[in-house]
């Protein structure tokens, strides 16, 4: 099993338990290059593969069997340098700051233009990770 | 001569010291009666202010928060005899060097501009529209005063000052800062920034954070007090009626322009490092100031997500109740999507963080 991320190829883990939403994310980030997605149904799932060290984990916060919170303290603590994007409908300051606290990258309302933004999120961040990889080769 | 003159002196001396000292007297007691009478009004305003403020009430005696305040009594007790200066709108002068309002001419207290009520659709179909937004319906709202700019650190200084009020963030101990990464900072107060850095002067033009819904309600109640006029926050329909630009409305996505580079301090503008002064933005149609952006605004009403679907058109108050207050308007710290004006937010009325002020409003 492939459980590395090399400059040509970042694993990006999705939680995602409507079917169709899930389809609409594989689709709006089928475009990019170098990234292999792989889409859970449910949070267990997905930790269990967390070895494989994705680059990103997006998740909602309304999630089967687990809360976002739980997820979000799970995947920090077995690998902080996961980044977490929180994709969800709630739109309540508090919990957003208790979220970005607790060390997600970033937190997107759920709407029609959302999955064109995290598709920008997306390259933004992977074009720092690749910097970062290439200043720890160097070294 | 020399005698006569060495006999009346001591007497005109005498006259002298008795004259002086009955003036003197005069002026202690026009003095000492000054200071009874600010410390009444002093002692009805905070204990007003505690019979409704339960957190007040946890935390402070009425006792000690009077002798708390004696230092401060004089300048509110001159405050309430001014109130027609108060009461009376300043021109804020923008320097042409900076842009920036000039330091010296910030008033103390909110600069209010009417607005003319009217009806409008609230809410939007924009493709960043989320659902609590979507349901356009139409709604009309009576006049009201708004403030030209979010409260500002200075302003919010006089009533802390005047009452010595706990906010909520001095209570809780701690607040909800940005350094690149978020934290949940112990010592964070109003008078820190966004970073937890503690203000220097001149930032005391920025509007206030660290400041939970309670505490700006607190501040509108300590200001009406001050004024003898109601000020309160805004309904979120005159929020909305308002960033759009009132009847005299453009359309625009953001309150003042369809460019928010113009017209708020956005994640993008503010290149994400923290608030900027108030008012140094484009104004909107009515002459508001960051309607879009620099802070998010508490405003009166509980937030329901789906309350546009039932909404009374006339003066919509918000739903009965509810665990969260309606917030509007973006952050320096959000993306431009948030800083619309249909953009919906809301938050627990004590959360207190890097991001989020108030502006007052009154109806008359």
């Known amino acids: 099993m492939n459980n590395t991320n090399t400059e040509n190829n970042y694993k990006i883990f999705v939680i995602e338990d409507n079917r169709t939403e899930g389809m609409l994310l594989r689709l709006s980030l089928t475009e990019m290059e170098n990234i292999e997605i792989v889409i859970f149904q449910d949070a267990e799932s997905m930790i269990k593969r967390l070895h494989e060290n994705p680059v990103i984990v997006i998740a909602d916060l309304i999630l089967p069997n687990m809360s976002g919170f739980d997820l979000i303290k799970q995947i920090r603590a077995i690998n902080e340098n996961i980044r977490v994007i929180v994709v969800s409908a709630q739109r309540n300051i508090d919990l957003i700051a208790e979220l970005q606290a607790e060390g997600i990258y970033n937190y997107l309302v759920k709407s029609e233009a959302c999955l064109n933004y995290l598709k920008h999120v997306i390259e933004d961040l992977l074009i720092v990770i690749q910097h970062k990889q290439k200043i720890v080769k160097n070294d | 001569m020399n005698i006569m003159y060495k006999a009346i002196l001591p007497v005109l001396l005498v006259l002298l010291w008795a004259c002086g000292g009955k003036v003197a007297e005069e002026e202690t007691a026009r003095e000492d009666s000054v200071a009874q009478n600010s410390t009444k009004d002093s002692a009805n305003m905070i204990t007003n202010e505690q019979s409704n403020n339960p957190i007040i009430e946890k935390n402070t005696t009425k006792k000690e928060n009077l002798n708390d305040n004696q230092g401060k009594v004089d300048k509110i007790g001159n405050q309430s005899n001014t109130d027609s200066i108060i009461g009376k709108p300043m021109d804020t002068q923008i320097s042409e060097a900076t842009g920036k309002p000039k330091k010296d001419l910030v008033p103390s207290l909110p600069e209010m501009i009417k607005v003319k009520g009217g009806t409008f659709k609230m809410g939007s179909k924009d493709p960043e529209a989320k659902d609590d937004e979507v349901n356009i319906h139409e709604v009309s709202v009576d006049d009201f005063f708004i403030g030209k700019f979010e409260v500002t650190v200075a302003q919010f200084k006089s009533f802390i000052e005047a009452t010595n009020y706990q906010t909520e963030a001095e209570k809780i101990g701690k607040s909800y800062i940005y350094t690149g990464s978020w934290k949940n900072m112990k010592g964070i107060t109003w008078r820190h920034d966004a970073r937890g850095n503690l203000r220097p002067e001149s930032e005391y033009d920025h509007p206030v954070i660290h400041v939970s819904w309670n505490d700006a309600m607190a501040y509108c109640k300590w200001l009406s007090e001050q004024t003898k006029k109601p000020y309160r926050l805004l309904t979120e329909a005159e929020w909305e009626f308002a960033a759009r630009g009132g009847l005299q409305s453009k359309g625009y996505k953001y309150s003042g322009?369809?460019?928010?580079?113009?017209?708020?301090?956005?994640?993008?503008?503010?290149?994400d490092k923290g608030t900027f002064p108030a008012g140094t933005k484009k104004p909107n149609e009515l002459g508001i100031y960051d309607l879009s952006g620099n802070v998010y605004e508490w405003c009166a009403d509980w937030y329901d997500s789906e309350y546009y679907l039932n909404s009374p058109a006339q003066n919509p108050k918000g739903a009965e109740d509810g665990i969260s207050r309606v917030v509007r308007g973006g952050s320096w710290h959000d993306t431009a999507e948030k800083n619309r004006v249909a953009s919906r937010f809301n938050g627990n009325p004590s959360y207190c963080g890097y991001n989020i002020g108030f502006r007052v409003a009154r109806s008359r």
């Open chain 2, 257 to 271: 322009s369809n460019n928010i580079d113009e017209t708020a301090w956005y994640i993008g503008s503010s290149q």
